[in-house]
T-cell receptor, first 114, second 115 residues
Framework: AQTVTQSQPEMSVQEAETVTLSCTYD???????LFWYKQPPSRQMILVIR??????QNATENRFSVNFQKAAKSFSLKISDSQLGDAAMYFC???????????FGTGTLLAVQP | GAGVSQSPRYKVAKRGQDVALRCDPI?????LFWYQQALGQGPEFLTY????????KSGLPSDRFFAERPEGSVSTLKIQRTQQEDSAVYLC?????????????FGDGTRLSIL
């Protein structure tokens, strides 16, 4: 079975600085997708970035980028030039194979200090 | 355009009561998912529909949980004889097509509190 682990329950960053959130996963599948979702207090899960496992190039979306290490089964999220609006719970998620469901980690609560 | 809509936003029920939670997916989205999110945890999969067919219900915790999507659009998650451990946020998500490559779009969830 696939698992997703986020080992940082909480992180803090100064406004305009860079922060990296960690995620590791376990799977025996070769074709899968990895996602980072943001969940503010309003509860709506917002897709931040996604990575196809077959692509070696790391995905980027404006200030958000990932470091995807397939052999190590690691998928970290880097947020550059942090803004107050980035404060939220961040979830790493796995989707792949015959299943359509997403498997989520336990989340990292990110605080942004002004 | 309109996103995934869930109602009610909050639901309080007494233990033993039945509840029904509604999800309106994005128009035209084939796939619909229900997740349960306990306090301080990540969402956990409950069930999946492709159009009106329930293809995966492996995450439903007991036979008290029942979901339907009779016309392939709106979905209802029903919980019978609610218990305190059912207290959680229930999230609905939809995606345009089948497959893990399709991004899932989430609603705001229904926070269910069982007294």
């Amino acid at each position: 079975a696939q698992t997703v682990t986020q080992s940082q329950p909480e992180m803090s960053v100064q406004e305009a600085e860079t922060v990296t959130l960690s995620c590791t996963y376990d799977t025996s599948e070769s074709d899968y997708y990895l996602f980072w979702y943001k969940q503010p207090p309003s509860r709506q899960m917002i897709l931040v970035i996604r990575q196809e496992a077959y692509k070696q190039q790391n995905a980027t979306e404006n200030r958000f980028s990932v470091n995807f290490q397939k052999a190590a089964k690691s998928f970290s999220l880097k947020i550059s030039d942090s803004q107050l609006g980035d404060a939220a719970m961040y979830f790493c998620a796995y989707g792949g194979g015959a299943t359509n469901k997403l498997i989520f980690g336990t989340g990292t609560l990110l605080a942004v200090q002004p | 355009g309109a996103g995934v809509s869930q109602s009610p936003r909050y639901k309080v029920a007494k233990r033993g009561q039945d509840v029904a939670l509604r999800c309106d997916p994005i128009s035209g989205h084939v796939s619909l998912f229900w997740y349960q999110q306990a306090l301080g945890q990540g969402p956990e999969f409950l069930t999946y529909f492709q159009n009106e067919a329930q293809l995966d219900k492996s995450g439903l915790p007991s036979d008290r949980f029942f979901a339907e999507r009779p016309e392939g659009s709106v979905s209802t998650l029903k919980i019978q004889r609610t218990q305190q451990e059912d207290s959680a946020v229930y999230l609905c998500a939809s995606s345009l097509n089948q497959g893990p490559s399709q991004p899932q779009h989430f609603g705001d969830g229904t926070r269910l509190s069982i007294l």
